[in-house]
């Protein structure tokens, strides 16, 4: 049998058996929907038209007030641009000047950005309409605890807002559940310190993708709600082309929870169990640039698979580690539960990716089929597997051994997943 995966910009063809042939699922989405330019406009202006839980944005504000619409900086995909002017649109029909409104980027703990990423990421007539900045995680203002006691040091120009607007994409996110809502504001808008404190709960077993009822970093995010009043969110769900598909609007927990459920319908795949091996690709480049960004896949990969299954990672890894801290956290390390354990004693942000790769290295003995050097992917503790001559990928006898002793033979569940981040399986009635 013969299957295709991405890896980088070329295509890897997978070997197995015809003996294997029954006990394969390949587990993929439907045909992913795609928007022209127009029906994103629509589609954001639809959302605002009928807010979820809440009245229209311009019903909401008042003449003179303040407003700060948080959205985005560079390093998400949120298309700003296209749901900014609607947005807009609505503020000054609630009698709302250019002249009080102000752009916070979520830079978090990020690198600022120069005017003309910003530029870039707003358009040129609201860059030069209203004010745009980055959040600044060296003027905040404490704000109080959450109620799983993280002290929130908010950015000022948020913290002293008359009215506070979230904008976000929503999909999967490795920790928080799910991307969007409230995470514009904690980490988003606030400093290093508060951020520290959130992420510290990564490693609890509901610190997950896909989980928001139970996780901990999702619901200390929310409890934010208690000290920060956000009036309204719009949040998109996007396409493999980063195009609106999805909006929705209004209430910061119940428009968040809309668009989640909205991803689930499109990416939570039924399986008939737990595979007792998982073959999974990123999905190619850019998602597999580098092992920083490839620890999503195997965490979606995981997801898919029974305890001690092992799991192949197809990820190309061009640029390496990709992370200075997260690279310093393995070499550092003679063990993934070594990795874990430091976590505990001394979160550095860079280090949180490397325990969130070891949380899986700890449970799952991994194969990762890359460009990196052998010693390099043994240092992350897994074990290099190289491609054919010819370009194609035999699956290691120790793997399919594994996988059968963790199964009756006949019914041994071989899944392949082409795009592992953004798939997940359904949940288990009952």
Not at 5 to 15: C, E, F, M, P
Not at 25 to 33: A, L, Q, R
Not at 44 to 53: E, N, Q, Y
Not at 390 to 404: N, V
Request: one cysteine or more; proline letters at 6%; glycine letters at 8%.
């Amino acid at each position: 049998m013969r299957y295709s995966l991405k890896y980088g910009d070329q295509i890897v063809s997978l070997n197995l058996g015809s003996d294997w042939a029954d006990r394969v699922s390949v587990i993929s989405k439907g045909s992913p929907s795609h928007a022209s330019g127009g029906e994103q406009e629509e589609i954001v202006r639809d959302a605002l038209d009928h807010p979820v839980a809440s009245d229209r944005l311009q019903d909401l504000v008042q003449p003179g007030e303040n407003v700060c619409v948080v959205t985005s900086d560079v390093t998400r995909p949120m298309p700003s641009d296209v749901v900014l002017p609607a947005l807009l649109e609505d503020l000054f029909a609630g009698g709302i000047s250019p002249d009080d409104i102000t752009v916070v980027f979520a830079t978090g703990i990020h690198r600022s950005q120069s005017r003309a990423e910003q530029v870039k990421l707003v358009g040129e007539d609201i860059a030069h309409q209203v004010r745009c900045v980055d959040s600044d995680p060296k003027d905040v203002v404490f704000v109080g605890h959450t109620e799983k006691g993280t002290p929130v040091q908010l950015t000022r120009v948020v913290a002293e807002a008359d009215r506070i607007i979230c904008l976000g994409n929503v999909e999967f996110h490795y920790i928080a559940g799910y991307s969007g809502g409230l995470k514009a504001i904690l980490p988003g808008v606030c400093n290093q310190e508060t951020v520290v404190f959130n992420h510290k709960m990564m490693m609890e077993s509901e610190a997950r993708a896909g989980v928001i009822v139970g996780n901990p970093v999702r619901e200390d995010i929310d409890s934010v709600l208690n000290l920060v009043h956000v009036d309204f969110i719009l949040n998109v769900v996007l396409d493999e082309q980063k195009r609106v598909i999805k909006a929705y609007a209004g209430d910061p927990i119940t428009a968040h929870r809309r668009a989640a459920s909205f991803v689930d319908a499109g990416n939570r795949i039924s399986v008939r169990g737990p595979g007792h091996l998982v073959i999974a690709s990123t999905g190619g480049h850019p998602k597999d640039l580098n092992l920083y960004q490839a620890q999503k896949a195997l965490d979606h990969a995981q997801a898919f698979a029974c305890p001690r299954a092992p799991i192949i990672l197809i990820a190309r890894c061009s640029e390496g580690y990709g992370h200075r801290i997260f690279a310093e956290w393995l070499s550092e390390a003679d063990s993934a539960q070594q990795v874990l354990s430091r976590l505990q004693e001394d979160f550095e942000l860079g280090g949180h990716k490397a325990a969130a790769l070891a949380r899986t290295l700890r449970d799952n003995p991994v194969w990762l089929v890359s460009d990196m050097e052998p010693h390099l992917v043994r240092k992350a503790f897994m074990k290099p597997l190289n491609l054919n001559a010819d370009g194609s990928l035999q699956i290691p006898e120790e793997a399919l051994r594994t996988a059968e002793d963790l199964s009756t033979e006949s019914d041994t569940r071989v899944l392949i997943l082409p795009e592992a981040p953004s798939v997940l399986p359904a949940p288990v009635a009952g």
